[in-house]
């Protein structure tokens, strides 16, 4: 039955109707001319005297130091150079971050950093792995406005779903990603150094997404030598990212 | 070895290169990158010291101290967090050298030596009561790697010591320079350097009285003597709040393993046997009796006798494993059953092949199960696997509840999804009383010696009651998701707990992310969004007949939990050589007055909503204010019912 996405099952395996393409272009609820990769305008903040800026290659000497104190600053995590460059370098375009063009310094105020790879052979994820707000600056929509923007190129880039994790403590975070369209997947019992368990979130870009097969489990000693001491990496790995996750504002 | 000198290699190479570029190749991941640290930076290099820092212990472990101090050290050290930490030992031996018995002895020696000493007689006793619980725990502990239980005045021993030491606490004296993270840091000078956790002695305190409530209730699972009374203790344990910390919860599961017999009681194929028997074969000759081998009761059929010998090593370890997710957190629990359901989904398709070589070779005359319906055969190896899979099913939705996983918009549909896979579970079990019924008649019908036949009637009065039991329980669940499914339908249609059309995705792609975990079941077959929406919104029926069918629903709810709580938890006789024979009844029944508790405020909630109907300001109000009260929050009742806080009427 072409036109929907329904499941059936014939012995025993899954089998996926054929879409076409008009089907799998993702759904947009709101009632706009803008296209899908675009749709975060409809949400996006301008306050006086911010700017918000896509990340390059260039601007690292002013602009990583800043990430770095602002996301250390709210992070008992350590992040080396190498996590910041591991993002930074592969995926530039999804960086976006916020300044105030009021400061002398055009001081960076917000960020948030982001990857886009296939997930276990399966489907391309988009991962949003650190956000971050300068306090004082919060309440602006800063936030909000640069997930969108980093969740529109994900968009145009093809994405088929976008994942992250959170503190469960952190109300703030949550309420903005749920408002987005995410929904919690599972939860992460005593994901952070700090005891705090995580919720998973996930939103789907595309319809058929779940039923994209994808790899087994990754095996836990594929582990560098020194993320093989650590609990917090081995345990719980069902995936990649699960080593790894911010979702501070 | 052959040396040479890059250098000038490595400057030519990277003089083109900028700054923040990565040179890395395809097998650097975010792994490699997470498991990169920065030397000098003292949130990730453990050996990195502030000025005038040194690496060293401050603290002199052969220094005098003072009784005071000796009193605050003692109950630091209480104060440890409880984790599994075997991997933050850093391969470090925690004095394995060391018997028991000679530790033991040690504290038994400094406690005669502080009876004997000088020191002010209120300080004695504080120093005393330390040392004496310290001698008691690691008796309990030696108990319990023999799989003893403890006598119980040695818990009550305990608990009265433990309140001793919280009363004495005061006379402490800190020495705050003894608990730092530099051991841990010397250690593991390759992984940053941990935050040190800190935790209240109040906290301390009632961790430990938990704790040591938990591991001495822990022994009562072995009085059941069946595998469903096991289960059921199993479950009572996993669910009690607060969840038993890890190390009650590691002994739980030595129970399923040590020295390879189940609960310290029968081998695993055995305990499978014993559960398929009571289940869907009774009185089968399909089933061993005890250290037999197929070939002699399967019909003296060589092909039954290796199918069942190959269902039996298939699937004893998928069974004992549903008992294993049971003791592991609650968050591991849930993604657990979601693997495991999958699996057995997968081998109850497989089973169904072995069911159909046994209906062969046993000439098994099919019967209509339904009136009217075709003539069907009781394929009772995988209707077993069902039975287990739908509980499965059940219970990770219910632990969704639990651990908040479910956003509210989303309630309706979850209470919904959970009361049609009850009602699927309860034809399933229908189904097998059928068959079951059957047999019962052959039984008694037939010519064996008395001695037998009795033993077959049991058999088949003890799945009987079985088959009750369960079904007494799931109505219930049913009764009262169905209830809960009323109200935030209705709740939704006032404007309360509406998804506001997020900018991103789509219902539909939301409902594929919370049903994946079900999607690759082959059965239940899970629905279509559209026809989801369609069993949840029940759009074309109106708010008041709703109300009135939820109100028929929430009575007859309270009924079937009322049922439920005067059935036993076990259907088989219970061992009694531990003193605490009460507390898995004493568990069981206070989570079935919680969920007592919840019917009755379920059918006060389908009440108010009934008054509100036509109050427009009252709905205004509840958009506002109507909450979700989380577990441990007055107004939660139960961890899988969540009512709403609503405005009153």
Known sequence: ?249 | MITHDITAQFHSATRHVTAGTLVKDDHFSLFEAVGALEIGDPKMDSGCLEPGESLDQEFDVTKDILPEELIWLMDGLLNREEEDFTTQLFNRELLHKFAGESISQIAFEALIAVGESQINPQLKDAISARLGFRHEVLGMLMKHTNSEAPPSSHTTTMHQSLDAQQKSQPLSKPVSEAFSTKLQRRLASTVPPRPMVTVSMDQAWNFWHQMLDDCSNIFSVRQATHSQDLYIAYQIFAYSSPQPSTYPRALLQMFLTNENLVGSRIEPSYFLEEDIRSLTLPASQLLRVANGTYGRFCHGNQRVADTMQEFIDRFEHNFVNLYRALCLNSCRMRRTFCHALLEWDNLQAQVEELDAIIQEAVHEQPTPYLPGSPPTFSFSLSSWIYHHKLNVLQLTIQMGFELAIYAPHELAGMYWYLSSICDIHLSHLERISHFVTAKDTEVKRSKMTPAVKEKAIKECKDALDRLYKQYAWIKATQLLAGTMHGIFVVLQRYGVFVNQQPLYSSDMMRYEIRMKPFLGLSIPEPLSHDDSEREVQMQNIDTEEILDQVTGFSADAKKAWEEVSKTTWNMFPITNDVNHASVLTERRTADLKDCLKAAIAASLCVLSLKKVLKNDAWKEKAQKEARLPAPGVKGRWHRWWILPALPPV
């Open chain 1, 1 to 249: 039955m072409a036109g929907t996405v329904r499941m059936q099952t014939s012995n025993g395996r899954l089998v996926r109707h054929a879409m076409n393409d008009e089907e799998r272009r993702p759904l947009t609820p709101t009632p706009t001319n803008l296209p899908a990769s675009e749709i975060g305008k409809l949400i996006q903040t301008s306050p006086p005297d911010i700017a918000y800026i896509q990340y390059d290659i260039s601007l690292e000497p002013k602009y990583l130091p800043q990430m770095r104190a602002l996301i250390a600053k709210d992070l008992s995590e350590p992040y080396s150079i190498y996590v910041y460059r591991y993002f930074l370098y592969q995926w530039p375009e999804l960086c976006f971050f916020a300044i105030d063009t009021s400061t002398p310094d055009r001081d960076l105020v917000a960020v948030v950093i982001c990857k886009l790879e296939k997930h276990r052979c399966g489907p391309l994820r988009g991962y949003i792995a650190m956000l971050a707000t300068q306090e004082g600056y919060r309440g602006k929509g800063l936030a909000r406005t640069l997930v969108s923007k980093g969740i529109d190129l994900m968009i145009a880039k093809d994405a088929d779903e976008i994942a992250l994790e959170t503190e469960e403590t952190n109300v703030a975070a949550m309420k903005l990603y749920e408002s987005l369209g995410f929904l919690r997947s599972k939860k992460l019992h005593r994901y952070y150094l700090n005891g705090n368990s995580a919720y998973r979130l996930l939103l789907y870009l595309k319809p058929g997404v779940a039923s994209i097969p994808m790899d087994e489990y990754v095996d836990p000693y594929e582990l560098p030598p020194s993320a093989q001491d650590d609990p917090m990496l081995v345990q719980g790995l069902e995936d990649r990212e699960e080593l790894f996750s911010r979702g501070i504002v």
